[in-house]
Nanobody, 127 residues
Framework: QVQLVESGGGLVQAEGSLRLTCAAS????????MGWFRQAPGKEREFVAT????????DYASSVKGRFTISRDNAKNTVYLQMHSLKPEDTAVYYC????????????????????WGQGTQVTVSS
């Protein structure tokens, strides 16, 4: 079992920055690809970013590429999402997810490939 706890959400003005943190339980954190997803009111959950177990490979949704950066610290069982140049359309509940992988450079880009989810943290960007 892996438990995930997100933090760092809040209210920020457009063009501002936030850093989300996801703390994971368990002793095999590096065996999991990690991802960030978001869900805005009335919309389906969408992929934001993912990082491989080793941290060497990443992927991003086109809507956030160049503005968001995903990273991880396997020694601290933590994954981060640094968000810059935030836009009102980034407003959503952001979820952290973990998916078991067999190769350390593998990441996951679809929600169905993840095994564990956090409770979410709200990000609100005002115009």
């Amino acid at each position: 079992q892996v438990q995930l706890v997100e933090s760092g959400g809040g209210l920020v003005q457009a063009e501002g920055s936030l850093r989300l943190t996801c703390a994971a339980s368990g002793r095999t954190f590096s065996s999991y690809a990690m991802g960030w997803f978001r869900q805005a009111p009335g919309k389906e959950r969408e992929f934001v970013a993912t990082i491989s177990g080793s941290g060497r490979s990443t992927d991003y949704a086109s809507s956030v590429k160049g503005r968001f950066t995903i990273s991880r610290d396997n020694a601290k069982n933590t994954v981060y999402l640094q968000m810059h140049s935030l836009k009102p359309e980034d407003t959503a509940v952001y979820y952290c997810a973990a998916g078991l992988v067999y190769y350390s450079n593998t990441y996951r880009s679809t929600a169905g490939e993840y095994d564990y989810w956090g409770q979410g943290t709200q990000v609100t960007v005002s115009s």
